[in-house]
Each structure stands twice: as structure tokens, then as C-alpha cells.
């Protein structure tokens, strides 16, 4: 089994910046991709950004894009969200989630394709 612990968020003014961590611990040789979501309250679930773990290829929803950076470090088995030009609309819990399986019928920016998540880390942006 895979374990993920997310950190680094916190309070931010808008335009300001944030670096969250998820380490993933126990079979991360089975981690295929990880991902990056949020959950606000009243608002739908979104999956901002996504790396494969292997190739390090990487996807960003349109929200997020050109602002937030998704990184991983193999040696430490982390993967980072940069977060810059941050907006009051940003403001949620996010999660980091890992693909266990090999093949997904999902894309990489479905929340669905992920099989285990963490806890996740409060990110408060104020106008």
C-alpha cells in the first residue's frame, strides 16, 4: 500500500505564492501518476494537475494553468505543487492522490483514475 502526506499550505494575500509536498511512503514503485486536486466547500471536486511518475509528463487544468507547476523528486518519492499568482478562488483543502494501477480507463485529470489520497492541506488565499 501506498501512503501520501500532504504539507505546505497555509494563508496567502492574492498574488502570493505556495509550495505543497506530498511524500509518499510504503510501494511507491507502484505509483504510476500523481495527482494534485482541491475540494472548496459548494464547489465540485477539481484534479488541478498531474505528473507521471516515470516520464515526469504533466497536465494542468485550465484554472491553474501557467500559474500553478508540478514537480516530483524520485529520490525522495515527493511530488511538489508550486503555486504562484494565487486568487481568492484557490482557497481550498488540496489533496494530493496517487494511481496504483498500471492501466486506468480514466484521464489523468479524472479524479476517478486515482486509487489512494492523503489527508490534505488547507490553502487560504485573501483578497
Known amino acids: 500500500q501506498v501512503q501520501l502526506v500532504e504539507s505546505g499550505g497555509g494563508a496567502v494575500q492574492a498574488g502570493g505564492s505556495l509550495r505543497l509536498s506530498c511524500a509518499a511512503s510504503g510501494s511507491t514503485d507502484n505509483v504510476y501518476r500523481v495527482a494534485w486536486f482541491r475540494q472548496a466547500p459548494g464547489k465540485e471536486r477539481e484534479v488541478v494537475a498531474a505528473i507521471a511518475t516515470g516520464s515526469g509528463t504533466t497536465i494542468y487544468a485550465d484554472s491553474v494553468k501557467g500559474r500553478f507547476t508540478i514537480s516530483r523528486d524520485k529520490d525522495k518519492n515527493t511530488v511538489f505543487l508550486q503555486m504562484s499568482s494565487l486568487k481568492p478562488e484557490d482557497t481550498a483543502t488540496y489533496y494530493c492522490?496517487?494511481?496504483?494501477?498500471?492501466?486506468?480507463?480514466?484521464?489523468?485529470?479524472?479524479?476517478?483514475?486515482?486509487?489512494?489520497w492523503g489527508q490534505g492541506t488547507q490553502v487560504t488565499v485573501s483578497s
Open positions: 492522490g496517487a494511481q496504483v494501477t498500471r492501466f486506468s480507463p480514466f484521464g489523468s485529470l479524472e479524479f476517478k483514475r486515482y486509487n489512494t
